[in-house]
Nanobody
């Protein structure tokens, strides 16, 4: 129903920046919320940031004032600007999307993109 493809990951030094992008296809007009989650080796997946179709955002405390989530004007793209990166930000980052109807909601996930922060 919805397909998500992430890009923009890579290796950066502490203090550096990266911008992640996610492109959605399929039933894009039903997308209510998009967001980013991350999972480090041996750790559970955790929320990084979300944004609704109305522009409301939510951030994990660990990334507040460093990361910014935004959506394209077509609402089929989402970005994560990551500044002042720290080694603890190292993880696989997953794009997510939630669609909704009057009957139910559905969640979708991208394949993930690796972000490594190391000197």
């Amino acid at each position: 129903q919805v397909q998500l493809v992430e890009s923009g990951g890579g290796l950066v030094q502490p203090g550096g920046s990266l911008r992640l992008s996610c492109a959605a296809s399929g039933m894009i007009f039903r997308i209510y919320t998009m967001g980013w989650y991350r999972q480090a080796p041996g750790k559970q997946r955790e929320l990084v940031a979300t944004i609704t179709s109305g522009g409301s955002t939510n951030y994990a405390d660990s990334v507040k004032d460093r990361f910014t989530i935004s959506r394209g004007n077509a609402k089929n793209t989402v970005y994560l600007q990551m500044n002042t990166l720290k080694p603890e930000d190292t993880a696989v980052y997953y794009c997510s999307a939630r669609t909704m109807t009057t009957s139910y909601t559905s969640d979708y996930w991208g394949q993930g993109t690796q972000v490594s922060v190391s000197s």
